[in-house]
């Protein structure tokens, strides 16, 4: 598509030669007789930069075809250079409209405030105000400076090029929008309110124009004239915010379309499609737009890591980040300087702005893994038992369980660290807990003795078994009088503290910690069993939550408790996998645990409950000595019959504790939570990635980059292109204009607002030359300057963005970025190309006591044909979006071939019919 551009506008270049060259000898002959000088509408004086080249008056057919030839080559190449420091002017742009703060607003469902991030600037007001300017830059400085340049009288290049400029963006640029869409696809706009807004308004501004040349003061412009166009550009942006935020009556209109409000429905890879889509809400009509904006994004960056996660389980939560990122910023709708930018990029040979992000959140993931290696590494490190020189004593481990038969067991006591060369002492002594040493344990009092280089000594107790049912119970043992064993002090050792602060300490301490717990469990009773507690919290991305049913107060034979899974607002096969079985204590046994698979949603938001509960425990007789009686004997017993040792054992069987039924609540992984809480922290990063210093522009302004193809399959991203011949010729075509503007300052400098400045003055001083070479081209080849603007200064500064209307139309889901900015822009080019020119004019002139002159001419007709046709194309577009075709772009075949011929019709009349009004072939009589 690119090369068929480039052909057209070479072809129509070397048309505009011949046929000047031979007009310019027909009529310097018609001239001959003439003695009365007047104005032909063409441009033959010096220009604000470049004066002309002598020799006009007598040049032959081939002198002007050679001028010609030079100065229409000379054109390209600044309108290369255009587009090159348009592309910082949008890099720029991005940077100032990504910008993020902080908002507080109220959720009307559940009445909670909460703080999102949004954009500083409104979409609607960016793309009419900076965007718009953006792509507009070149039209409106060239009308602006070419005012300025005749002295402050009016001329035809520049509001021509406006006129045409909107024409070709209207009819062109949509035409080929509508036919690059693959068959029976459509793009439809999305925010119609605002299109229908800026659409009317486009239509008006050029009404406007008609209204103040030839109806209120015919041939004339007044300053009030010049500050009313002028202000109508804050009325288009202010009524396009209004119909964007829904405000005033616009919220009682039709809202049937809002339901499918950015929603795009795929039918490949459904099912991982589907399973990754979590259910949401509605918004509600009241809802604040920016919270419904901020809540669709999130919902976006959610999706697409579920999906992600299904499709490559085992990924890492940052590359997770990363590829959610990259994902959702591809797929989503884009800025008109992305677009912009990207069209520039690929003709200046620059680095593709998709890959560009892509390398950029590849690096701050590789930074982000590298902090968090750090971070583990200080928290293994701050872990380790440092090493202070001292040597200490203690309990390792400090907690033992014992059953009240186990007779003797042994609890141990280490040395570790430091000097171990000395023999030393230290004395034991059991305490009571809830056990007494008169009944359940044999007290111990004792010296333990550590010799040279020993570490570990044993000391063992001694539990006493009964057959009385009772409660568990504790005991402790402690360790004292550390000391030397030949009586002589410790020496003293200089000892730094995790503060960093150092003291004078014994080299040999009592370590933490010095008293162990001995619990004994009661092994008379069957047990209790039941859960600790009657609720629990789980998240979802636990896996297999293991759920622990404990037996206390005694754990004697064998016991089966029954368990099932029920539904609360947790459903089993959606939430959870439901479980029934019974559980089996051998004789002894404290613990068994139930394995319930929790399913993991990545849901950003949960709270669903489910019970867990269990029945009357079964006791299990096997007839082995020391597991207890059997109940089940002594059941079938007359109560009356039950000796006195019968009835005590009765009082031993296995029952259910207070908690038999646990509620748990299963919430959303707070891990997943917080990433997607950082991802929208990130979201609304744009993804044209300005420089960050000077020296990074020149080093990108001397690299050659291969260009991408439209059709590189995916497998072959990873393979790094080489550039070919086209790109090396194109990188030493632009490399003087890479280099010049190198020099404006990069956009991480003050959020990028200098770069908006100093490039701006760029494009001023390249449209000036623009304006003086086209109208000596327009000298050279008898071509006249409206005629020229609309043909061909128009079509140059219009490359870009045909290239990037192109691409957003292929790439986008909606018709906004390629369909909706056009009407915006062409509202703006006049509201301010026109309107700041005009009113600098009339002034100017009013200063003197006189009226700034405008004639009539071309432009009126021009913008009568225009208006005509842009009544037409908007009727065609609202049609379009009737079932039969259902978008503005794309569609059947045999419907968007129509479309797009009538578009393309429609911008070949109107430069026809202008042209010839403008020689004078035809004569419309106005």
């Not at 509605?282 to 919270?291: C, I, K, Q, R």
């Not at 939560?317 to 069209?343: C, F, H, N, W």
């Not at 908690?659 to 997607?676: A, L, P, T, Y």
């Not at 490039?759 to 070479?773: K, L, Q, R």
């Amino acid at each position: 598509m690119a090369v068929s551009a480039r052909n057209l506008f070479a072809w129509m270049l070397v048309g505009l030669l011949v046929v000047g060259a031979f007009a310019a000898e027909e009529a310097e002959a018609e001239e001959g007789d003439e003695e009365v000088k007047i104005s032909t509408g063409i441009n033959c004086d010096d220009g604000l930069l470049i004066p002309l080249w002598p020799g006009t008056d007598d040049m032959s057919m081939g002198d002007r075809f050679g001028r010609g030839l030079l100065y229409g080559v000379l054109m390209l190449w600044l309108f290369i250079g255009v587009a090159i420091v348009s592309d910082k002017f949008m890099e720029s742009i991005e940077t100032i409209t990504a910008q993020e703060k902080e908002v507080a607003v109220q959720d009307p469902r559940t009445g909670k405030t909460q703080i999102i991030i949004v954009k500083v600037w409104n979409e609607t007001v960016a793309n009419l105000t900076l965007m718009a300017l953006g792509s507009s830059a070149p039209e409106i400085m060239l009308s602006v400076i070419e005012i300025w340049a005749k002295g402050f009288y009016a001329g035809d290049l520049g509001p021509g090029t406006i006129v045409g400029s909107a024409a070709f963006n209207l009819f062109m640029i949509i035409g080929l929008c509508m036919y690059v869409i693959p068959d029976d696809e459509v793009r439809k706009i999305k925010h119609l309110r605002v299109f229908i807004i800026t659409a009317t308004w486009s239509v008006f501004a050029y009404v406007w124009l008609y209204l103040i040349l030839g109806a209120i003061s015919y041939g004339e412009v007044h300053s009030w004239e010049g500050i009313v166009t002028f202000l109508f550009f804050p009325a288009t942006v202010y009524t396009a915010f209004v119909a964007d935020r829904r405000m005033f009556f616009y919220k009682y209109l039709d809202k049937k379309y809002r339901a499918q409000r950015g929603v795009i429905v795929q039918s490949e890879k459904a099912d991982v499609e589907n399973r990754a889509d979590e259910k949401f809400k509605d918004f509600d009509d009241d809802m604040d737009p920016a919270l419904a904006e901020f809540e669709r994004n999130r919902r976006e960056y959610i999706n697409a890591m579920k999906r992600i996660r299904l499709e490559n389980p085992d990924i890492a939560l940052i590359d997770l980040e990363t590829k959610a990122r990259e994902e959702v910023m591809a797929k989503g709708p884009k800025s008109r300087a992305y677009y912009r930018a990207q069209a520039t990029r690929k003709m200046a040979g620059k680095e593709d702005a998709k890959k560009a992000f892509s390398r950029q959140l590849q690096a701050d993931a590789d930074a982000e893994k590298a902090a968090l290696s750090q971070e583990e590494a200080e928290l293994a490190a701050s872990l380790e038992k440092k090493e202070d020189g001292v040597c200490r004593i203690m309990f390792d481990p400090p907690h033992y369980t014992v059953m009240e038969s186990v007779g003797t067991f042994e609890v141990t006591i280490i040395r570790e660290g430091g000097d171990m060369s000395q023999t030393i002492q230290v004395d034991y002594k059991t305490e009571d807990g809830t056990a007494s040493h008169e009944g359940d344990y044999i007290e111990a009092i004792g010296t333990l003795t550590f010799g040279p280089g020993e570490t570990q000594k044993m000391v063992t107790l001694e539990v006493l078994d009964d057959d009385v049912f009772e409660e568990d119970e504790h005991f402790y043992i402690r360790i004292s009088n550390l000391r030397r064993k030949d009586g002589k002090p410790f020496k003293e050792i200089e000892v730094e503290a995790d503060d960093g602060k150092k003291s004078m300490q014994a080299a040999t301490q009592m370590g933490t910690p010095h008293m162990a717990t001995i619990m004994i469990l009661d092994d008379d009773h069957s047990g209790i069993f039941g859960f600790e507690d009657g609720e629990a919290e789980i998240v979802e991305s636990v896996g297999t939550y293991e759920l622990e049913v404990k037996r206390i107060s005694g754990a004697r034979g064998k016991v089966g408790i029954p368990f099932s899974t029920e539904d609360g607002t947790a459903k089993e096969g959606t939430h959870y996998e439901a479980q029934e079985g019974e559980l089996m204590y051998e004789n002894e046994e404290t613990s068994k645990t139930i394995s319930i698979a929790i399913t993991d949603e990545e849901s950003y938001e949960k709270s669903l409950i489910m019970y867990v509960s269990i029945g009357e425990p079964r006791h299990i007789s096997e007839g082995i000595e020391g597991e207890g009686v059997d109940y089940s004997e002594l059941d079938n017993k007359n109560p009356e019959e039950l000796t006195e040792e019968e009835k005590i054992a009765l009082l031993g069987r296995p029952c259910l504790g207070a908690n038999s039924r646990i509620q748990i609540r299963i919430k959303e992984s707070k891990e997943f939570k917080n990433s997607v809480d950082k991802m929208m922290q990130k979201a609304n990063n744009s993804m044209v990635v300005g420089s960050s210093s000077w020296l990074g522009q020149f080093s990108d302004a001397f690299t050659v980059q291969a260009e991408d193809e439209d059709d590189e399959e995916e497998g072959e991203e990873g393979e790094e292109k080489m550039p070919s011949c086209g790109d090396y010729i194109m990188h030493f075509l632009t490399l003087p204009w890479k280099l010049v503007f190198a020099f404006i300052p990069p956009t991480a400098i003050y959020n990028g607002y200098p770069t908006f400045v100093i490039a701006i003055i760029f494009i001023g001083g390249c449209t000036a030359i623009i304006g003086d070479v086209a109208g000596h081209l327009g000298c050279f080849i008898n071509l006249k300057d409206c005629v020229n603007a609309i043909a061909f200064v128009a079509l140059g500064t219009s490359v870009p963005d045909t290239f990037a209307s192109k691409t957003a139309a292929i790439e986008d889901e909606t018709a906004d970025a390629s369909v909706g900015n056009v009407t915006g822009s062409n509202a703006v080019n006049v509201f301010l190309g026109i309107g700041i020119a005009w009113t600098m004019a009339a002034v100017y002139w009013e200063a003197q006591g006189k009226v700034f002159i405008v004639p009539v001419g071309s432009l009126g007709f021009s913008v009568t044909i225009f208006c005509i046709e842009a009544l037409l194309a908007i009727a065609i577009l609202m049609i379009r979006r009737t079932p039969a075709v259902g978008g503005e772009l794309g569609g059947p075949k045999i419907f968007k071939t129509i479309s797009a011929a009538i578009f393309v019709f429609f911008w070949v009349f109107y430069v026809a019919i202008s042209a010839l009004e403008a020689y004078g072939v035809i004569n419309p009589g106005f």
